[in-house]
């Protein structure tokens, strides 16, 4: 949205009706078990709410509100409001601006005092109590780091090049195509929830904190 020009196409992206349908079916997939989160909602509805802000307001930064609004959804999706600042300053890249910059970290800090009111002080993965000696297990911390990124690097890589392949399969017949990799895709998900006792679904948060927690698996 933020490299479109033209306002009616940003509409299509980003507007109070997509808001309200992005709530209310992520609310409906977590009532049926869907392995979604807050968060990627959370960055459209940041950026769609800004946007029309912008539009209210006569402002003309638009790009640089849909950016404010993006990170200030992920400072309130995880109670980290660095992580929001990092997010806008990796997407704005060489385009950074003073303007921009303080945009962001107006709509950050906001988006943290709204979110520690309405929720209190938390941390989204818990807090380890584990203490770490630097000479044995460091270097240990870093290689998981390293392979982490390698592993996250692939993944990104790999579903890039399998939705290119999509869509240029879905060239032919679009809603027949579309309609037997979303079923393919469904029945994928279903199976591997089933064989993992129910694992996958949901947004996760419980899986990930348990790991980090070091809780073992129920198997």
Same mark, same amino acid.
């Given at each position: 949205a933020r490299h479109l020009r033209d306002d009616e196409d940003r509409g299509h992206i980003l507007s109070l009706k997509l808001v309200v349908g992005k709530i209310m079916l992520t609310i409906v997939g977590l009532f049926c078990g869907a392995s979604i989160g807050r968060e990627g909602p959370t960055v459209q509805v940041g950026a769609s709410l800004m946007l029309q802000a !912008?539009? @209210?307001?006569?402002?003309?930064? !638009?790009?640089?509100? *849909?950016?404010?609004? /993006?990170?200030?959804?992920? &400072?309130?999706? =995880?109670?980290?409001?660095?992580?929001?600042?990092? =997010?806008? *300053?990796?997407?704005?890249?060489? +385009? %950074?601006? &003073?303007? +921009?910059?303080?945009?962001?970290? +107006? &709509?950050? *800090?906001?988006?943290?005092?709204? /979110?520690?009111?309405? #929720?209190?002080? %938390? +941390? %989204?993965?818990?807090? &380890?109590?584990?203490? *770490?000696?630097?000479?044995?297990? @460091?270097?240990?911390?870093?290689?998981?780091?390293?392979?982490?990124?390698?592993?996250?690097?692939?993944? /990104?890589? #790999? !579903?890039?090049?399998?939705?290119?392949?999509?869509?240029? @399969?879905n060239t032919g017949q679009p809603l027949q195509r579309a309609l037997l990799v979303a079923a393919v895709c469904g029945l994928l998900v279903a199976v591997i929830g089933i064989a993992s006792g129910g694992l996958t679904f949901g947004t996760g948060y419980v899986q990930a904190r348990g790991a980090v927690e070091g809780t073992p698996l129920p198997w």
């Amino acid at each position: 949205a933020r490299h479109l020009r033209d306002d009616e196409d940003r509409g299509h992206i980003l507007s109070l009706k997509l808001v309200v349908g992005k709530i209310m079916l992520t609310i409906v997939g977590l009532f049926c078990g869907a392995s979604i989160g807050r968060e990627g909602p959370t960055v459209q509805v940041g950026a769609s709410l800004m946007l029309q802000a !912008a539009r @209210w307001g006569g402002m003309v930064q !638009a790009r640089g509100l *849909i950016l404010a609004g /993006s990170a200030a959804g992920i &400072a309130a999706a =995880f109670n980290t409001p660095l992580a929001g600042i990092v =997010f806008a *300053i990796e997407e704005m890249g060489r +385009t %950074y601006e &003073a303007r +921009t910059n303080g945009l962001v970290l +107006t &709509a950050v *800090i906001l988006a943290g005092l709204a /979110s520690l009111g309405l #929720l209190g002080n %938390y +941390t %989204y993965f818990g807090v &380890a109590k584990d203490t *770490i000696s630097f000479a044995a297990e @460091w270097p240990l911390v870093i290689a998981c780091g390293v392979i982490g990124g390698g592993l996250g690097a692939l993944f /990104s890589l #790999l !579903a890039l090049k399998a939705t290119r392949r999509i869509r240029r @399969w879905n060239t032919g017949q679009p809603l027949q195509r579309a309609l037997l990799v979303a079923a393919v895709c469904g029945l994928l998900v279903a199976v591997i929830g089933i064989a993992s006792g129910g694992l996958t679904f949901g947004t996760g948060y419980v899986q990930a904190r348990g790991a980090v927690e070091g809780t073992p698996l129920p198997w």
